[in-house]
Nanobody, 124 residues
Framework: QVQLVESGGGLVQAGGSLRLSCAASARSFNYYGAGWFRQAPGKEREFVTSITWSSSRTYYADSVKGRFTITRDSAKNTVYLQMNNLKPEDTAVYHC?????????????????WGQGTQVTVSS
């Protein structure tokens, strides 16, 4: 089992930046793909970005491409989400997740462990 803990959320003005962190409790996390999903009030959880275990490939939702960057640091068992040029529509609870394999899936069902989430609020 692995526990995932997100941090770094907060309130920011439109155009601002935040960096989210997802710290894993086990080093085995480094051998699996990882992803970030978000859920806004009244909406379904949606894919944001994902990364392979080796960081060789990353994927982004069209809505965040060019503004968000996912990276990982295996020495710290941590995945990061750098969010720049934030928009009010980015407001949501952001969850990190561990993939069932080494790949960077875009599909909710391909992830087996989830963090509790961190709130990101972007004011206009």
């Amino acid at each position: 089992q692995v526990q995932l803990v997100e941090s770094g959320g907060g309130l920011v003005q439109a155009g601002g930046s935040l960096r989210l962190s997802c710290a894993a409790s086990a080093r085995s996390f480094n051998y699996y793909g990882a992803g970030w999903f978000r859920q806004a009030p009244g909406k379904e959880r949606e894919f944001v970005t994902s990364i392979t275990w080796s960081s060789s490939r990353t994927y982004y939702a069209d809505s965040v491409k060019g503004r968000f960057t996912i990276t990982r640091d295996s020495a710290k068992n941590t995945v990061y989400l750098q969010m720049n040029n934030l928009k009010p529509e980015d407001t949501a609870v952001y969850h990190c997740a561990k993939s069932r394999n080494t790949l960077a899936s875009l599909t909710f069902g391909d992830y087996d462990y989830w963090g509790q989430g961190t709130q990101v609020t972007v004011s206009s």
